[in-house]
């Protein structure tokens, strides 16, 4: 059976109780503690300073008439000034680290009856921080003190999940939070949902910066600002949201825009210019596309990430910005620091949490959602409720959840093209052919030679039949015979490290039977027709 050890501060006016006979007729919380017939004390922490070391011995010798079970340790503090916050939460801060605690064979109980409030507050900071494995136990005098001096005692585990109604309410304000990320992100992606879920909690819980990454019209710039909402919603921001495309800023321009400058810190300024930073000081400042920043730029953002300070352009006077650092890329960063193009200390400040966003191309099943979202959006914009023909939403789902169905431009080119079509819509209903005209719009833009499009280009759409798996190695195979000068050595090439272990290979002829299963030779792989062929 465990033992019970209370830890508390002696209350120097509670615990005096007078001289002599007549204190034995007050309540004293830190002697009453130890009188609860269902609550044994095995071992009390006696807290106090140099003043009370008097009465701290006469509560000792109390308590052992009443209890003698109870063993009393009195621990002298340093403590000046009772009521000053930070002394007294560093004093119980070193208190706590200094002590072996032994929860396998001890329960621990904090009161915090006694001592002044600010005792009581680093108390209970110092228990939910879990720097004190213990929960607390709040002592109350008596209703008639003639015939009972001991009292009644309560104790609170700050454990929420053990209170019902508070563990409800959490979980109601956590599917607001999780709303409040997800308005306007429509996903029945269970990895994507785990993602937001993550991303609430470090929202809610750190100040650090975040990194997301993903390919352009992701919804980083989104993601951002629902972030920053979230946060000011809880009051953990009264600052605003700067938005910076950090490829849209070079040299001079960079500096400027980003740090600010000062009258005459260059050609034309001819005034002094605070700067996105200040703008967004007590805010929130996302900084997308930030691989594409110099590396002179890449060295005052850390300085102001880790320092809240940094010089203005042209300036030898430290301007001050306490904001909060979301980041976004489509780069690799890590590659970028292999390479020299980006600061490795900068990447490892912004790189706590990452998140990756995934894009459309890999979330098919919330193309229908989506779809949905964009037509919404579409009629709060425009004052007119579009739909689709059942078979023209059928036609063009399928078309948009298949391997053909590029996406290179994500959520944002499906907003374009829900647009397109609610546009040319007529009496608010989009139909197949207008549907068809959407789709070889898309193929022609997605048709630009890349190797991701090499088998579309020489089978046209009975390249929509191939697996994902045929189609990409379809595309590299493609694009090494149009990089190749015959059929043979196309096939060298291709098979170099097989046909070592061949004693008369032939690779022309591999090839040859390869293309042949897609209805192709070398010649039109390569994008030549019969009648070029022939000319």
């Given at each position: 059976m465990k033992s019970t050890v209370a830890i508390g501060f002696l209350g120097t006016t509670l615990d005096?109780?007078?001289k002599g006979a007549q204190r034995w007729e007050k309540w004293r919380p830190t002697v009453a503690l130890c009188q609860q017939?269902?609550?044994?004390?095995?071992?009390?922490?006696?807290?106090?300073?140099?003043?009370?070391r008097g009465l701290a011995e006469r509560v000792r010798l109390d308590?052992?008439?009443?209890?003698?079970?109870?063993?009393?340790?009195?621990?002298?503090?340093?403590?000046?000034?009772?009521?000053?916050?930070?002394?007294?939460?560093?004093a119980l801060l070193d208190y706590a680290r200094g002590y072996a605690f032994d929860p396998e064979r001890e329960d621990y109980l904090i009161h915090i009856t006694t001592g002044t409030h600010v005792a009581q507050i680093c108390w209970f900071l110092l228990a939910e921080a879990r720097y004190l494995p213990a929960r607390l136990v709040q002592t109350t005098p008596p209703r008639k003190l003639e015939s009972d001096t001991s009292g009644t005692y309560s104790v609170i585990d700050l454990d929420l999940s053990r209170y019902d109604r508070i563990a409800q309410r959490f979980a109601r304000e956590r599917d607001a939070s999780l709303s409040t990320l997800k308005a306007g992100i429509a996903t029945r992606n269970a990895e994507f949902n785990r993602m937001i879920e993550r991303i609430e909690q470090v929202a809610g819980r750190s100040r650090a910066p975040m990194?997301?990454?993903?390919?352009?019209?992701?919804?980083?710039?989104?993601?951002?600002?629902?972030?920053?909402?979230?946060?000011?919603?809880?009051?953990?921001?009264?600052?605003?949201?700067?938005?910076?495309?950090c490829a849209t800023l070079r040299?001079?321009?960079?500096?400027?825009?980003?740090?600010?400058?000062?009258?005459?810190?260059?050609?034309?300024?001819?005034?002094?210019?605070?700067g996105l930073l200040r703008a967004a000081d007590g805010g929130l400042l996302f900084l997308d596309e930030i691989g594409e920043l110099g590396l002179d730029e890449q060295a005052m953002l850390l300085k102001a990430v880790e320092e809240k300070r940094f010089f203005p352009f042209g300036g030898d006077r430290e301007a001050q910005s306490d904001f909060q650092l979301i980041a976004g890329t489509h780069r690799d960063l890590r590659q970028w620091v292999a390479a020299g193009r980006f600061r490795e200390d900068l990447y490892a400040r912004i790189n706590l949490w990452t998140f990756d966003?995934?894009?459309?191309?890999?979330?098919?099943?919330?193309?229908?959602?989506?779809?949905?979202?964009?037509?919404?959006?579409?009629?709060?914009?425009?004052?007119e409720q579009v739909r689709f023909n059942l078979e023209a939403r059928t036609r063009y789902l399928d078309f948009a959840t298949s391997a053909q169905a590029r996406w290179r431009g994500n959520f944002r080119e499906l907003g374009a093209s829900v647009t397109r079509m609610a546009t040319l819509a007529v009496a608010g209903r989009i139909t197949e052919p207008l549907v068809q005209e959407e789709i070889g719009r898309l193929r022609a833009t997605w048709q630009d030679g890349t190797a991701a499009d090499a088998a579309t280009q020489v089978l046209g759409e009975g390249a929509d039949g191939l697996d994902w798996f045929d189609r990409c190695q379809l595309n590299a195979v493609?694009?090494?015979?149009?990089?190749s000068n015959s059929l043979s050595d196309a096939g060298r090439r291709l098979y170099a490290i097989s046909r070592a272990d061949k004693k008369q290979p032939n690779d022309a002829d591999r090839l040859r039977k390869y293309l042949a299963r897609f209805g192709l030779d070398f010649e039109r792989a390569r994008g030549r027709s019969a009648d070029a062929r022939g000319a």
């Open positions: 005096f109780g007078g017939e269902n609550l044994l004390i095995h071992r009390l922490e006696l807290l106090h300073d140099a003043r009370s308590i052992a008439a009443v209890s003698p079970e109870t063993e009393v340790r009195r621990v002298e503090l340093n403590l000046r000034d009772a009521w000053d916050f930070e002394e007294v939460y560093g990194l997301l990454v993903g390919p352009t019209g992701a919804g980083k710039s989104f993601l951002a600002r629902r972030v920053y909402e979230l946060k000011k919603q809880r009051q953990r921001l009264g600052g605003q949201f700067v938005e910076v495309n040299g001079d321009a960079a500096m400027s825009a980003l740090f600010g400058h000062v009258k005459g810190a260059f050609t034309g300024a001819q005034t002094e210019r605070p966003l995934p894009g459309l191309a890999e979330r098919p099943e919330d193309l229908e959602p989506n779809l949905e979202f964009e037509l919404a959006r579409h009629a709060r914009e425009h004052g493609i694009e090494l015979c149009r990089g």
